[in-house]
């Protein structure tokens, strides 16, 4: 009944037969020496028809906000925390700092959306953005009056001396 080293089908009796086929060894050589016919159909060519223009601080500042503005729209309140931190520019670099790596990938997330915005608004294809993440020191909390006292000398002495004159005392007890 059954054919010798072929599979047969459980329910009408018959050979199986083998859907899966192996590319022969020259398809294969010929992808890998000519990978451009291959991925030819996914390679899109962004096209300008002029050079990159030059992008000033106030130019960034404004479309920065206008992107901001949509993202209000949209009530994405995680990506507004994020275009509302402090960033710099230079040399076409836009560098971003986040406070923490949540942060890094909630702008991910939204990264590229970000920059084709900016890029067309700006007309300069050049812009890229290079987040960076702050770590701020633990600030020392000041919880009594002698804390309070000392803290506003370090911003200003004047006030060591016009206690010394007034004969003032810290503790109110």
Excluded: C
């Amino acid at each position: 009944n059954s054919a010798k080293g072929s599979l047969l089908s459980s329910s009408t009796g018959n050979p199986l037969k083998s859907t899966l086929k192996i590319p022969s060894l020259d398809r294969i050589k010929s992808t890998i020496e000519n990978p451009v016919e291959t991925k030819a159909a996914f390679i899109q060519v962004e096209t300008r028809e002029s050079e990159d223009k030059p992008v000033t601080q106030e130019l960034l500042k404004t479309a920065w906000d206008e992107f901001t503005i949509l993202k209000k729209k949209e009530n994405k309140p995680s990506e507004l925390v994020i275009l509302n931190q402090e960033y710099t520019f230079a040399d076409g670099k836009i560098t971003l700092k986040l406070s923490n790596p949540v942060q890094l990938d909630q702008l991910n997330g939204f990264r590229v959306e970000l920059l084709a915005f900016l890029r067309k608004k700006l007309e300069n294809y050049s812009l890229d953005i290079n987040p960076i993440i702050v770590i701020e020191e633990d600030k020392k909390m000041i919880y009594t009056s002698s804390d309070k006292f000392n803290h506003l000398v370090k911003k200003n002495p004047a006030l060591l001396e016009l206690k010394q004159k007034l004969g003032l005392d810290l503790d109110y007890s």
